[in-house]
């Protein structure tokens, strides 16, 4: 039997059609829903028809949105398929009604589909919508299975108040700052370091502190300086080329003959290139150049008049290295030689042998000893007067581990040698006393027929001083 | 056989039909708080009499051990964050449950006149024209900015943003709209599951 169920309302008429599940029961709830129909007068002339379907999804449509209304948070849809009925907020105080409404019985498709059917509701309109499903619901001799389902939002299915571009805008403007900053720091060109003078030597910035003599001579005089230049320079130059050897005094010297050799002719070789197309001396040119390990120039001085004077006409300005930090005394090994440019057009290069010694025999190796110190009181006075010695002269120093050193004495107490026991002290020997408490005397000559003594010295790098007999304390 | 107690008074059965949310403790959230007493402002607003409505409603439906008279009812209505005398006290899920079934009660007795000023504030609005046009809507909006006013502190940033009678009107008509909600059938248990919307875990 088909029963008819009716919720009429001002603005809202919704009539159930179904088959009762007792025929004769007047007031039997319906077994099955055939059809739905949803009059709204006054706000649209259409129907809205359709199955259980339809009924359902504009009961929780309505639900939803009143829940929405009275709370102000929305509720996201749940399910996959998209609803048949929506209801949005419109302009002002309008609701729209949102329906898609598909012919029964006939399967989806591109040309049958209809455009959604967009339902104007004021908010009285749409209570009565709400009144008349909330009567359906509960109705309970109706739709017994179709009851109320109320249920407040989940916090996570809030959706934020702010949209997620507001929220990504503060984050997006910082990574386009960042970029745009990169962006411009790629034009900076990077900083170029120049190396600062010393103090001492800041006052007079014009002048090149490390190798006076390629830097004296006016450049603009041209490639033959007069004399009178040169005479005027020559005082000026004098004690800065002093102190330009002074420099390189203190560095070890290289005792391998077959370094010296090789540096000797590469030497040569590469003055012999570079003077080439000078034009010719009317004497014999000769300077003194202080050679490092690798070939290097590291400094020249002239050995005689002439040479001062013609000294822009030969290649050593050019092929002398500039060494970064001028006061910094050189600690690699060098190799003198007196390079000749003769009128001829050669380039004689000899090793310096000499005043060469004087450096760096002091702390070259030491030979073994042969007439040592038994006297062990004599050892001990030696041993306390070397430890007075050094500790009178001793600096803080910037060593790093500690500094050994074997120093021999003579009988007398002088300092004839010493000896860098590792890395360390052959690097900072300059630092120490060591070089200034060597007796020049005594070193020249070794002599090997007079008693001497080792004594290990060690500088530890708490600035602790040690000094110990090198055999070990006398029984 | 004697008892040395009463015995413990039943909550009452109207309050059944609403079902505990699941809150973590037995307190309401702060928009609900909130939205109770503004609800109950603007039945203020409509009904000169409210007031007294709200208590006779309470005494009607039993529900006198959780509204207790006149001041437990402004202590409640006083969880409010937004009042100038705002209680530090909780309102406690049974006392909310109460409020709901007093405001919808009281929204189903206005329903005509809610009906009828949302309909014609429908109307001024769709011929542009201003609420002061209609005279019963006038007087209802009037007299909400005036009840807010007195009653809301000023200092408290969700005040401010009612600051200008433009801001005030909008509110007093969306309460308005929702009233009108609330008076339906299933009224109170929609209010009720709206309080704690986005508070459920």
Redo the contacts between chains.
């Keep these: 039997m088909t029963v008819q169920r009716q919720y009429t309302l001002p603005h809202c008429n919704l009539v159930l059609e179904g088959l009762s599940a007792d025929a004769n029961d007047p007031l039997s709830p319906l077994a099955v829903l055939m059809n739905a129909e949803c009059h709204l007068p006054g706000a649209t002339d259409a129907t809205l028809t359709g199955g259980r379907e339809f009924l359902d999804s504009l009961v929780a449509a309505v639900?939803r949105y009143?829940?929405q209304?009275?709370?102000?948070?929305s509720?996201p849809h749940l399910g996959t398929a998209p609803p048949i009925v929506e209801i949005k907020p419109g302009e002002?105080?309008y609701h729209h009604l949102i329906v898609h409404q598909q012919p029964l019985r006939e399967p989806l498709s591109d040309t049958n589909v209809q455009p959604p059917l967009d339902v104007k509701l004021?908010?009285?309109q749409f209570?009565d919508l709400?009144?008349a499903v909330?009567?359906l619901?509960?109705d309970t001799q109706t739709l017994p299975d179709l009851t109320?389902q109320?249920?407040?939002?989940?916090?996570?299915l809030?959706q934020p108040t702010e949209p997620v571009v507001q929220r990504a805008a503060p984050a997006a403007l910082g990574a386009a700052v960042l970029a745009a900053a990169g962006l411009a720091l790629f034009f900076v060109p990077p900083p170029e370091f120049e190396p600062t003078r010393p103090g001492s030597e800041s006052a007079t910035p014009a002048e090149s502190s490390t190798n006076p003599l390629e830097t004296s001579p006016d450049p603009a005089a041209g490639e033959q300086p007069t004399e009178q230049d040169n005479s005027s320079t020559e005082p000026s130059s004098d004690p800065t080329a002093a102190a330009d050897l002074e420099r390189l005094k203190t560095a070890p010297a290289i005792a391998d003959a077959a370094t010296i050799a090789l540096l000797q002719s590469d030497v040569t070789r590469r003055l012999q290139e570079a003077w080439a197309d000078a034009p010719r001396p009317r004497g014999d040119l000769a300077y003194r150049m202080v050679v490092s390990e690798d070939g290097d120039i590291l400094g020249y001085k002239y050995e005689n008049d002439l040479a001062l004077a013609e000294v822009d006409n030969t290649p050593l300005p050019q092929l002398t290295f500039v060494p970064v930090d001028a006061a910094e005394p050189v600690r690699e090994q060098v190799a003198q030689f007196i390079a000749t440019f003769t009128p001829a057009g050669e380039v004689v290069v000899e090793p310096v042998d000499a005043p060469a010694e004087t450096t760096a025999a002091a702390a070259a190796e030491l030979s073994t000893l042969e007439n040592k110190i038994t006297d062990g009181d004599r050892i001990r006075a030696l041993n306390s007067a070397l430890y007075d010695d050094i500790l009178a002269e001793l600096e803080p120093l910037s060593a790093s581990e500690d500094l050994q050193f074997r120093v021999r004495l003579a009988e007398t107490g002088d300092v004839v040698g010493y000896e860098p026991l590792n890395a360390a002290a052959g690097l900072l020997a300059a630092e120490t006393p060591l070089p200034g408490l060597v007796t020049a005397s005594d070193s020249a000559a070794p002599d090997s027929d007079r008693n001497q003594a080792d004594f290990q010295v060690v500088f530890t790098e708490g600035g602790v001083l040690q000094v110990s007999p090198w055999d070990g304390w006398p029984q | 056989m004697p008892v040395n107690s009463p015995p413990a008074p039943q909550p009452p059965l109207v309050l059944d039909t609403l079902d505990n949310p699941g809150l973590s403790n037995d307190e309401c959230p702060r928009r609900a708080r909130i939205q109770l007493d503004l609800l109950l402002l603007a039945i203020e607003a409509l009904d000169l009499s409210g007031g007294e409505a709200m208590l006779a409603i309470s005494r009607e439906l039993a529900l006198e051990g959780l509204v207790k008279g006149r001041v437990h009812l402004w202590l409640l209505r006083g969880t409010n964050p937004m009042r100038r005398y705002s209680q530090r006290r909780p309102l406690q899920v049974e006392e909310a449950k109460a409020l709901v079934i007093i405001i919808c009660t009281l929204a189903r007795r206005l329903t005509v006149l809610v009906r009828q000023l949302l309909v014609g504030y429908q109307q001024l609005a769709d011929k542009q024209l201003s609420p002061e046009h209609h005279f019963r809507l006038a007087d209802y909006l009037s007299r909400f900015r005036s009840h807010f006013r007195a009653r809301m502190n000023p200092r408290r940033a969700g005040v401010i943003a009612y600051s200008t009678d433009e801001k005030l009107d909008e509110l007093a008509i969306q309460l308005l709209q929702q009233l009108l909600l609330c008076a339906g059938v299933l009224g109170p248990q929609r209010l009720w599951s709206s309080l704690f919307d986005g508070e459920v875990s």
């Design positions: 639900s009143a829940q209304l009275l709370s102000g948070v509720s002002g105080a004021t908010t009285v209570y709400m009144e909330d009567q619901l509960a109320a109320f249920q407040a939002v989940s916090r996570r809030v």
